[in-house]
C-alpha cells in the first residue's frame, strides 16, 4: 500500500520526491489484488505466548518474507508483537489494513498516474511473489521512468523484509546514488 500512495504523490506536478522504492506491490491494476478478506500473511497467527517456543508457527506464517537469522526471527518477535488480554501475546498491526479487502476492491488502472512519475524508482520484488507477477514489474520497468530498476529477491515471496544485507545493501545503494 505504501508504494501506491508513494506512486501517487510521485505523480504529482512538481513533486518533492526524487527516488521511490516501491517493495512487492501488486501493480498497476488494483484488480489483481487480493480480496480474499483477510490481511496478507500475518493473520495467519492469532497469539502466541513463547517467540522462541512458538517459532515454527510463526516462520510458516511468515515464511513468504524468505530466509530469517535466529537473531531476524528474535527482532520480529520482539518487535513485530504487543502485550494482549490475559497476558498473551499477539501480533502488532493495524488489522484495520484488511477492511479494503474484505468488501472487495473495484478495478482502477494506475498505468496513466505510473506514467506521470518522473523521478528514479526502484521495484523491489520477491521472486516467489504472489503478488506483483515478474511480467507487471517487467512492463512496469519498461513504461515507467527512464531512470528505472527492478531488482528480485531469490526464495522471497510478498514481500523482502529488508533485513539482510543483500537486500538493504540495494535499497541504501539506491537512496545514496548521486
Known amino acids: 500500500m505504501g508504494g501506491l500512495v508513494g506512486m501517487l504523490l510521485a505523480a504529482m506536478p512538481q513533486a518533492p520526491i526524487r527516488r521511490l522504492v516501491i517493495s512487492d506491490e ?10 480474499n478478506g483477510s490481511p496478507p500473511t500475518w493473520a495467519a497467527i492469532r497469539t502466541f505466548v513463547d517467540a522462541a517456543k512458538q517459532r ?4 510458516v506464517s511468515i515464511e513468504p518474507f524468505g530466509p530469517l537469522t535466529d537473531d531476524q526471527w528474535r527482532h520480529l518477535a520482539r518487535f513485530g508483537t504487543r502485550s494482549a488480554e490475559g497476558g498473551r501475546i499477539a501480533l502488532a498491526y493495524d488489522p ?7 468488501s472487495g476492491i ?9 506514467k506521470q512519475v518522473q523521478c528514479d524508482v526502484l521495484i523491489t520484488r520477491g521472486a516467489k511473489s504472489d503478488l506483483l507477477s515478474a511480467e507487471t514489474a517487467q512492463t ?6 527512464a531512470r528505472g530498476r527492478l531488482v528480485e529477491f531469490a526464495g522471497v515471496g510478498h514481500a523482502p523484509m529488508f533485513m539482510s544485507e543483500d ?3 540495494v535499497v541504501e545503494s539506491f ?4
Open 96 to 102: 484495520g489494513i484488511a477492511e479494503a479487502f474484505r
Open 26 to 35: 501488486a501493480g498497476l491494476h488494483t484488480q489483481g489484488r487480493r480480496s
Open 106 to 114: 473495484r478495478d482502477v488502472d494506475l498505468w496513466p498516474v505510473w
Open 140 to 145: 512496469m520497468i519498461k513504461q515507467g521512468p
Open 175 to 178: 537512496l545514496l546514488a548521486v
Open 167 to 169: 537486500q538493504m545493501s
Open 56 to 59: 515454527p508457527t510463526f516462520g
